[in-house]
C-alpha cells in the first residue's frame, strides 16, 4: 500500500497549519510536514515529493485584496530558484492523480486558482469566487451539513452527516451564471450542504447556512474527485473533546475521518 506524504503550506497570513497537520497525522498520513509558501519558491521543497497537498485556513493577506486573490496570483506568477514557474509544479502535481484539500481560505484559494470546480473540463479556468457573508460579518459557529452519496469526492466516501464549525467572513459561493450553479448539481460536484438539523435538507435559512450560500453549498470537489474546498474546519474537530457539547454527551463524526477519506483513497490507489 502506499505511504502518504502530506504537505500543508503556510505563510502570509495562514494561521492553522499545526492545527492541520496534527489533524492529518490523526488521520493516518505517514509523514505530514509544513512549509512556507517561500521555501517553495527557494526550491526547499517541491510538490512532487508528496502525495497529499493540503491549503489550511487562515487570513492569507488579511484578505485585503479579497479571500487568497493575492495569495492566487503569487501562485501563478512565482518564479522558482531554478527559473521555473511554480504553477508549473501544481498543475504536474494535479495532473498526476494526487490528492489536493483546501480549508476555508485554502478553499478560496482553488477557487481563485481555478482548481475547482473545473466543470466542463477546465481545470484552473476561474469559473467561481467565494464572496461576503450575507450577514455582512465574520461567522464563527458549528454548523450541520449532509454529504453527497452520489458525489465523487473521495474525502467524503462512506461519510452521511458531519458537523463541523466554520470561522469566515468570505463563504457564500457565487457562479459566473446560474447555469453553472445548475451544472454542479447535475454532475454532483456540491460535496457538503448546510442542512437545517430537524429536516436534515439544505438551507438558506441562517444561522443555519452561516454565509448564504445558494443550495447551502458548503463544499465542492472537481469531477475527478481528487480534489475537494470546504469552507468549515474539518481539522478543528480533531477530538471528542472538540464538540461543544461533548460534556453532555453529544457525538457526532469527526473532521478528522474526512481527511482519513482522502488518505484511504491513496493508499487504495498504490499513488506515492
Not at 153 to 174: A, M, N, Q, S, W
Not at 212 to 228: K, N, Y
Amino acid at each position: 500500500m502506499a505511504k502518504v506524504n502530506a504537505l500543508v503550506v503556510t505563510g502570509y497570513g495562514t494561521n492553522c497549519e499545526r492545527e492541520t497537520a496534527h489533524a492529518t497525522r490523526l488521520a493516518g498520513a505517514d509523514n505530514v510536514d509544513i512549509c512556507f509558501f517561500s521555501d517553495l519558491v527557494a526550491g526547499k521543497k517541491k510538490l512532487n515529493d508528496y502525495n497529499f497537498l493540503i491549503f489550511p485556513g487562515g487570513f492569507l493577506d488579511g484578505d485585503d485584496l479579497g479571500a487568497a486573490q493575492a495569495a492566487a496570483l503569487r501562485w501563478r506568477y512565482s518564479i522558482t530558484r531554478d527559473g521555473t514557474m511554480l504553477i508549473d509544479q501544481l498543475v504536474e502535481f494535479y495532473k498526476s492523480g494526487k490528492i489536493i484539500l483546501g480549508i476555508c481560505n485554502g478553499f478560496q484559494l482553488l477557487v481563485k486558482l481555478g482548481l475547482l470546480p473545473g466543470a466542463e473540463g477546465k481545470p484552473f479556468e476561474r469559473q467561481v469566487s467565494l464572496t461576503y457573508n450575507d450577514s455582512a460579518r465574520f461567522e464563527d459557529r458549528w454548523v450541520h451539513l449532509r454529504t453527497n452519496p452520489d458525489s465523487p469526492c473521495v474525502f467524503t466516501t462512506g461519510l452521511d452527516y458531519i458537523y463541523l464549525p466554520v470561522r469566515h467572513g468570505e463563504g457564500k459561493l457565487v457562479t459566473i451564471s446560474d447555469e453553472l450553479l445548475t451544472l454542479l448539481e447535475q454532475k454532483q460536484l456540491i460535496t457538503l450542504q448546510y442542512i437545517d438539523p430537524r429536516t436534515k435538507e439544505p438551507t438558506q435559512e441562517y444561522p443555519m447556512n452561516p454565509n448564504g450560500s445558494p443550495l447551502g453549498i458548503a463544499a465542492l470537489c472537481d469531477s475527478s474527485g481528487r480534489v475537494m474546498g470546504l469552507m468549515p474546519h474539518p481539522e478543528a474537530f480533531n477530538h471528542p473533546t472538540n464538540h461543544p457539547a461533548w460534556t453532555r454527551g453529544a457525538r457526532s463524526t469527526s473532521g478528522i475521518e474526512l481527511i482519513s477519506g482522502g488518505i484511504r483513497f491513496l493508499r487504495e490507489s498504490g499513488l506515492e
